[in-house]
């Protein structure tokens, strides 16, 4: 008797998801031991808790590129160390500003320069699949405001929670006493969306186009 085996192509268009998934659920489930605010490791990861199971419920009627999975990947595990420790308090940031000198723990900048940068080329993949702008010079502005008006509305949700939580809401909010934290965390995504369609664009038209002809 003669036993199938997965073609290469099929194996290789499940890496992604798998890629992403197992990441996903591994930064998860190791963020969630011991974290500093139970209640902030869920606004936190709250994204990730939505999105891994929407990316692998709609795969097989909406594959995303190789890249997009990477890019999900790599935020989740920066959402899952900012929800286990809270922004304002994450090591790494804290060896950061020690060596440089900062005042402030910049984890927080850096997650919202990943909150540009990321969804950048979500956008990008949605738009240039799902509407006539593909190839259009308004691709990428119209990208960018996609990703300034998401930062925007995460800044009201970070309001509506300080002033249903008051005081209780601090390590979410993660200001560390700086008046002009939302607009800087919303600059910061701006960069964010800006770098990555500079950086990424080509590789993503190369992976789009594979996409459509099924050579993933």
């Not at 930062?151 to 006493?177: K, M, P, R, V, Y």
Request: proline share 5%; with cysteine; net charge neutral.
């Amino acid at each position: 008797m003669t036993v199938a085996h997965p073609a290469p192509r099929t194996v290789h268009r499940r890496v992604p998801p798998l890629l992403f998934a197992g990441v996903a659920a591994l930064g998860l489930a190791v963020s969630a031991i011991g974290v500093h605010d139970r209640t902030t490791w869920f606004l936190e990861t709250f994204w990730v808790l939505i999105g891994l199971p929407l990316v692998l419920l709609t795969w097989r009627r909406f594959p995303l590129t190789g890249l997009l999975c990477g890019l999900l990947a790599a935020h989740a595990l920066v959402l899952a160390a900012g929800g286990h420790y809270t922004y304002a308090e994450v090591p790494a940031g804290d060896w950061v500003r020690d060596a440089f000198g900062l005042s402030r723990n910049p984890y927080d900048r850096f997650g919202h320069l990943m909150q540009g940068f990321v969804p950048a080329i979500l956008v990008r993949e949605l738009l240039s699949r799902t509407s006539p702008l593909r190839g259009s010079r308004w691709l990428a502005p119209l990208t960018v405001c996609a990703c300034l008006a998401f930062s925007a509305c995460f800044e009201l949700l970070e309001w509506a929670a300080a002033e249903i939580g008051g005081h209780g809401a601090d390590a979410f909010l993660a200001t560390q006493g700086d008046v002009w934290d939302t607009q800087w965390d919303m600059f910061c995504a701006l960069i964010g969306a800006v770098l990555s369609l500079l950086l990424l664009s080509k590789v993503h038209d190369r992976q789009l186009a594979a996409l459509e002809t099924g050579d993933r």
